[in-house]
T-cell receptor, first 112, second 114 residues
């Protein structure tokens, strides 16, 4: 069964600190893996996208890594800001005629 | 370039009623998919349409239905509403089938069933 597990479920960090969010998946084969940021009450916004052959992708202070052998991905946030407070969702897009598989997200709170 | 537009943004309905939600994709995008998001379950896939045809369907009861028009706009209908249908309903569009080019989400419709 295609599944995406994210950890931790929630996280509180001080402004300016770094953090890493984890995503483990069992989807195979897959087309690409994406990290989305979702503010409360809004739709998810894409942060990074990686194909199975890519190891890392950066978008400003966000860096995603992918290990296709262990089926793990991580999202590293550098020098966190208050505006980083949101849910971060890992999404795996399978190959073939199968819908997206979502993780349940990590709720990040950045405090001053 | 306009994003994905969902209307209405908020909706309050009574148990037993039906509701229709609308989604206008990004111009040129031919695929529209729908998702239900609740605090406990996260995002769950409802269905995906491409060129007016339903290409995939999630594990939801038949009370949930949808359609896509020739201009790629899509509607989702929920009949005989239940309290558990209260959720944020999101739609996403992508240029082609399979989402290789990425999905863009709308801001969602917050449905509350009382």
């Amino acid at each position: 069964k295609n599944q995406v597990e994210q950890s931790p479920q929630s996280l509180i960090i001080l402004e300016g600190k770094n953090c890493t969010l984890q995503c483990n998946y069992t989807v195979s084969p897959f087309s690409n893996l994406r990290w989305y940021k979702q503010d409360t009450g809004r739709g998810p916004v894409s942060l990074t996208i990686m194909t199975f052959s890519e190891n890392t992708k950066s978008n400003g202070r966000y860096t995603a890594t992918l290990d296709a052998d262990t089926k793990q991905s991580s999202l590293h946030i550098t020098a966190s800001q208050l505006s980083d407070s949101a849910s971060y969702i890992c999404v795996v897009i399978p190959s073939g005629n199968t819908p997206l598989v979502f993780g349940k997200g990590t709720r990040l709170s950045v405090i001053a | 370039k306009a994003g994905v537009t969902q209307t209405p943004r908020y909706l309050i309905k009574t148990r037993g009623q039906q509701v229709t939600l609308s989604c206008s994709p990004i111009s040129g995008h031919r695929s529209v998919s729908w998702y239900q998001q609740t605090p406990g379950q996260g995002l769950q896939f409802l269905f995906e349409y491409f060129s007016e045809t339903q290409r995939n369907k999630g594990n939801f009861p038949g009370r949930f239905s949808g359609r896509q028009f020739s201009n790629s706009r899509s509607e989702m209908n929920v009949s005989t509403l239940e309290l558990g249908d209260s959720a944020l309903y999101l739609c996403a569009s992508t240029p082609q089938w399979q989402g290789e080019y990425g999905y863009t989400f709308g801001s969602g419709t917050r449905l509350t069933v009382v």
